[in-house]
């Protein structure tokens, strides 16, 4: 008893050394390596030194009753009603330190808690220097770069598959984020805002536009990543093609223009850019190419609009007359060839269209057209006084029929039109001699 007190009195082993309490107030200790015979050791002023006596003789006791290998006795029970815990300080104390360790005196407890803390400022340090080894991860957005006009990849370009589709075959894009994104046109000029893997500047090409892929994920300014496409310039039309080829609009209208730039997809795949009207870009797909021969001049795509922001008559993939034009899953892909050839009968002498054409005229079907120049040709030659004096109508409509059948792909609408009026004419003088 001390001052009224009842105070448990205990001895705890660690490691070699007995430690002895009074309460939970360490009172001293003993080493037998060190101390030899000499069991009891206290700490200064730790007990007046009448009490130290008197417990003396108990603690030597204690010791040798537990054979100096075991705990002959722990404090096992705390108070309930304690105001604070020390081992509750002690962050991370359940994580690094362990439950197992709770009866360790706070002294000690406090030396491994700050090993602890030293440990995980270490491990925090050699993670911050492998973060600082690591190259930043380039990020292109949509900020660094002008994108002059869009096409969502789901944009069917045959009945058979989409942008994103043949973009995917051909190995130009690859994973989700991608192919359910967008393509992106963009001035070739302004390559030189976006960096590669290494974090090298891109280079600008000889081409006016180049195309990136617009990717469904965005980058820290929250704008969506970019990445430009390996689309080489098409190689057969040049980087900046004259040509002019045949081009569906999404309004079905149908011109015979050139492009700025024509990049190749794969094969004789390309994708054309021009600007329109007004200034705004319009994107062309074509499957193929004409192999060049009798009544067609080699290598012209046949371009059909896709839908952008400033195109929206959408052909969906659903219109027959457009799809015609592209169409692989029944016959193959309908031959460019052919298409150019049935359009030949319906320009003139500078090989332009004529207003009346539909894509019906130029799909290479034969069986289909929406109209025909016969009416025309009667009209005009008609009009020709020696041909109308001897003949009726209906007489220069059968003529110019019959003609009209065996009318070679090679000549233009203009030509048929000069030779049958000759012809008629001469007729015509023939009767006048009989």
Known sequence: MIDEE???????????IYKYFLGDKAIGAY???IMGDKLIA??????????????????????ENAGKDEITKVVEEKEENKEENVYDKVEGYEEEIGSENE????????????????????QKEDRQEEEEKEPEKIENTTGAIPIEEEVDMKTMVTD????????EKAGKIKGADEKNGKLGIVESSDL????????????????????VVITDKTGKDGKPIVRALDLETDSQEGTNPVGKNYQVKQNKDIEKEDVQTRLEVQGDETIGIKEGKYGEKEIYYSKNKTLGGEGVEGNRSLDIQLETEES??????????????????????????????????HENSQGEPCEEMEPEDIDGDPNTSTHNHIDETVEQLMKNEKISDKFTEREVREMV???????????????????????????AENMRGR
């Open 401 to 427: 029929e019959r003609a009209w059948d065996k009318k070679d792909n090679e000549e233009t609408l203009e030509e048929f039109k000069e030779r049958m009026e000759d012809t008629v004419e001469l007729d």
């Open 103 to 122: 009866d360790l005196e706070p002294e000690i407890l406090e030396e491994k808690s700050a090993i602890v803390e030293k440990d995980k400022k270490v």
């Open 6 to 16: 009842i105070v448990e009195l205990s001895v705890r082993k660690e490691g070699d």
């Open 192 to 211: 030189k805002n976006l960096r590669d893997e290494d974090g090298k500047q891109l280079e600008g090409h000889s081409s006016r536009y180049k195309a």
């Open 160 to 167: 058979l598959d989409s942008l994103g589709e043949k973009l």
């Open 31 to 33: 080493d037998p390596d």
């Open 312 to 345: 929206k008559n959408s052909i969906g993939g659903t219109d027959q007359e457009i799809q015609k034009l592209s169409q692989e899953y029944q016959d193959g892909y309908r031959s460019v060839e052919d298409s150019y050839q049935e359009a030949k009968i």
């Open 42 to 63: 206290f700490r200064e002023n730790s007990l007046e030194n009448e009490l130290s006596e008197s417990i003396r003789d108990e603690i030597v006791q204690m010791i």
